[in-house]
Nanobody, 127 residues
Framework: QVQMVESGGGSVQAGASLRLSCAAS????????MAWFRQAPGKEREFVAA??????????YYKESVEGRFTISRDNAKKMVFLQMNSLKPEDTAVYYC??????????????????WGQGTQVTVSS
């Protein structure tokens, strides 16, 4: 049974940093692209960042508005993926989800392409 558990969310002031973690189990982690999505109240779930699985050469992908502020990383040995979020803004407020996929790189930003999801962790940024 695949499980993905996020942690690290919280309430912070604008400009602060948070580091989200996601622990995966029940899957061959190295075979999966790992990503973070977020969903704000009343909005659709959106892509935030992705880290491609080893061997694809694809590296990392980011939503334009977080590039330079957020960094995704993964530890294949520990089956974990992280999202370091710096210079947080109120518009970053959302529930953040980690997800895993074996999709081709062309679909890596599409939530429908992801097989497994965590339960989400709330990030609230106040001005």
């Amino acid at each position: 049974q695949v499980q993905m558990v996020e942690s690290g969310g919280g309430s912070v002031q604008a400009g602060a940093s948070l580091r989200l973690s996601c622990a995966a189990s029940g899957l061959t982690f190295r075979n999966y692209h790992m990503a973070w999505f977020r969903q704000a109240p009343g909005k659709e779930r959106e892509f935030v960042a992705a880290s491609t699985r080893p061997g694809t050469g694809g590296g990392t992908y980011y939503k334009e508005s977080v590039e330079g502020r957020f960094t995704i990383s993964r530890d294949n040995a520990k089956k974990m993926v992280f999202l370091q979020m710096n210079s947080l803004k109120p518009e970053d407020t959302a529930v953040y989800y980690c997800a895993s996929s074996t999709v081709a790189l062309s679909g890596i930003r599409q939530s429908k392409m992801y097989n497994y999801w965590g339960q989400g962790t709330q990030v609230t940024v106040s001005s």
